[in-house]
């Protein structure tokens, strides 16, 4: 995880490693979630699975949820924004698919 705030992004990359690590997912589960699987008034965080796995909720912890806040915060996504982790921004935007970039 320290190692994750080391670069450009290192609040995004560090909150993908916690997601993933704590809910086990693929990276092609976690470049696909949208903001709108994440429940911060319920503190969950809904999967679709793929290869044949079964949608899941899973509880979020707190600082899981701040880390999740945080970053829905600094990179001005809305509710029906998805993710986008995985893809690099051209405009040098400190978030992955901020809105707010050129």
Request: hydrophobic content about 35%; some cysteine; overall charge positive.
């Amino acid at each position: 995880m320290n190692a994750a705030r080391k670069n450009r992004w290192g609040h995004r990359d560090a909150t993908m490693v916690l997601v993933a690590y704590r809910h086990g997912l693929r990276a092609s589960e976690l470049v696909d979630l949208w903001w709108d699987q994440v429940d911060f008034r319920t503190s969950t965080l809904h999967v679709r699975r793929v290869k044949r796995g079964t949608p899941a909720t899973h509880p979020i912890l707190g600082d899981e949820l701040r880390a999740l806040r945080r970053l829905q915060r600094l990179c001005g996504f809305e509710i029906d924004d998805e993710f986008e982790l995985g893809r690099l921004p051209g405009s040098g935007a400190d978030c992955i698919g901020d809105p707010k970039a050129g």
